[in-house]
Nanobody, 114 residues
Framework: QVQFVESGGGLVQPGGSLRLSCAAS????????MGWYRQAPGKQRELVAT???????NYADSVNGRFTIFRDNERNTVYLQMNSLKPEDTAVYYC????????WGQGTQVTVSS
């Protein structure tokens, strides 16, 4: 199964932006739907954004209008552009297929704080 390595997280002030990247170990073209997930301390992992093979996207209400997911099938990479970040966006962010396979990466920490 394809495995994923996330990067791009960091500490950002409220209102700031970050772009996360997810590099796959193999081709993602055959994966119909890719997703970004996040897990905040003490909470369950949640799906925040998905993109289908040819670009159709869907977002959780909490991030709709602020986050943009897009995929580069040639580079086997999925991105998450996050704008207007809020403290409640603080979490470890992961990518995986939707539904997810068993191989979760280590994720990338996003901390939104002044």
């Amino acid at each position: 199964q394809v495995q994923f390595v996330e990067s791009g997280g960091g500490l950002v002030q409220p209102g700031g932006s970050l772009r996360l990247s997810c590099a796959a170990s193999g081709s993602i073209f055959s994966i119909v739907r890719m997703g970004w997930y996040r897990q905040a301390p003490g909470k369950q992992r949640e799906l925040v954004a998905t993109t289908r093979r040819f670009g159709l996207t869907n977002y959780a209400d909490s991030v709709n209008g602020r986050f943009t997911i897009f995929r580069d099938n040639e580079r086997n990479t999925v991105y998450l552009q996050m704008n207007s970040l809020k403290p409640e966006d603080t979490a470890v962010y992961y990518c995986n297929s939707d539904p997810p396979n068993d191989y979760w990466g280590q994720g990338t920490q996003v901390t939104v704080s002044s």
